[in-house]
């Protein structure tokens, strides 16, 4: 092996051992608040975590996130996916490039036959684009992207956990602050479905919804979980959002909901709005959507899908993510999701 070879393996070797790292760090900080509210992780389940993370996904680095994912349930359960291991194992083999097409938002309506999109134009290379990637005049950016709707919300293509979003009227509109920004899209600034303003209504709720094409080659929804916005809130922020477990069968709200802390609550904290007994509107036809939109990029085998219910009760899709969607809360509350893909197989 020469020595620029040497010095890749090294990198790779050094950059692995940081990622592990990091995920090693947050499960432990999950887990210890888990475990102040549950108690501790009885030594068997930690056990039977450590055999299963060497047996099987070949590593222990693997275990932290199975002992969230057991601390949750009181159990041990074979299939549970830890998300270090999904983002080092099997991103890579069930997405690669692919996957991170869904970085680059203003592609999305050309990447797929969509009618649920709210994309009113973009910002691309240096260029204001129409939502039909006509060339914006400098002095028209304005008027047409405020043509329809009197608020619109830009999101850069690095925006992730709710950073990276801002909100304009026309009145406030900056290209300066577009440009500082880079490349992104413009959104048609959405008005909820009124059943969600009861819970909180300075933020727009969203349903993240996880599909997975199997063997037979057709997405099926896997999971799903809807996020309110908290507090002063202006949009959902993981540093502050409320999570909470939705039954795939019927759109029925979990008698809990989880803190960012991951700890339980049974209402909305700023609501105070109990979670017991909803039922998220128009749900079977937001599942419908999104494994309709999967149909058409299936070569992306995990997609985690964020969609809103407006007012109206129509469907839109705010984002897909195709690279490491976030599959641990996912794993925890309602997993394994995947164990019919074998994913262990990517060791």
Known sequence: MGI??????????????LYHRRHMAGAKRVLANIEEERGRLPSNIIKSCD?????????????????????INGKFKEGWIPDNFYGAKVVPALKGAYGDISSLKALTP?????????IVGSFINGMFWSSDFRIIDGNQVSDVLFSNCEKVVFKADSSNQGRGISFFTR?????????????????????????????????????????AVGESG???????????????DTHVKSKSHIRVPIDLNNGEFSAEGYLPNWKRTAMHPTSNVIFSGKFVPEFKSCVDV??????????????????????????????????????????????????????????
């Open 51 to 71: 055999e299963y993370s060497v047996d099987v996904l070949g590593g222990k680095v693997f275990s932290p996130w199975l002992y969230v994912y057991s601390a």
């Open 110 to 118: 050309r990447l797929m036959n969509i009618e649920n999109s709210n």
């Open 290 to 347: 999104v494994e309709s939109l999967h149909r058409q990029i299936p070569f992306v085998r995990i997609i985690g899908w964020d969609v809103v219910v407006d007012k109206n009760g129509k469907v839109i899709i705010i984002e897909w993510n195709g690279s490491h969607n976030d599959i641990k809360f996912s794993e925890a509350v309602s997993g394994p999701c995947f164990k019919d893909l074998r994913l262990e197989q990517f060791r």
């Open 171 to 211: 009145e406030k509109f900056s290209i300066e602050s577009i440009i500082a920004q880079g490349n992104g899209v413009f959104e048609k600034y959405i008005e909820q479905h009124p059943f969600f303003n009861e819970f909180a209504s300075g933020s727009v709720a969203t349903l993240r919804i996880t599909t």
């Open 4 to 17: 620029k070879s040497k010095l890749k393996s090294t990198e790779s070797s050094i950059r692995s051992s």
């Open 218 to 232: 057709l997405p099926t929804a896997r999971s799903s979980y809807l996020r309110f916005g908290s507090g002063s």
